[in-house]
């Protein structure tokens, strides 16, 4: 391995360690802080799941894109740092290029979101028409 592949691999290794050591400790006190000083939490909580997500879809990237695309050829790859798992799947969804358990995803990410059923719309559909959720 060559300096800028070890140093690479150093950058990721100090960055899950830093993660595992302040995820916690973060996530509490920020809690604690928005609960007395704004009285809410929801929209921290959404951006922790929104970023976890974006992680996700990088650091699951080959397992995605063997698991659950028919075909890379004219697919909408993961790993993108800055899409999340959800608009990858969409994005596949809308083009036909899932297998059949990247339709059972789909439909799983269809059937967990009632509040877009309750809209009359779908999980995936959203996602594709909001730039704000890719």
Known sequence: MDDKHTMKLFLHILARMLYL???????????????????????????????????????????????????????????????TLSYTIATNWKIKNLNWFGIFWANFLIFVDFGARKRGSNHLLETLDKPETR
């Not at 879809?57 to 698991?67: A, C, E, H, K, S």
């Open 21 to 83: 050591i302040f995820e916690i400790p973060f996530i509490l006190f920020s809690t604690c802080y928005r609960l007395i000083k704004h009285r809410s939490v929801s929209h921290y909580f959404y951006q922790n799941a929104y970023s976890f997500d974006q992680m996700a879809n990088v650091t699951g990237q080959d397992v995605f894109n063997v698991l659950l695309l028919k075909t890379y050829k004219n697919a909408f790859l993961f790993g993108d740092p800055d899409t």
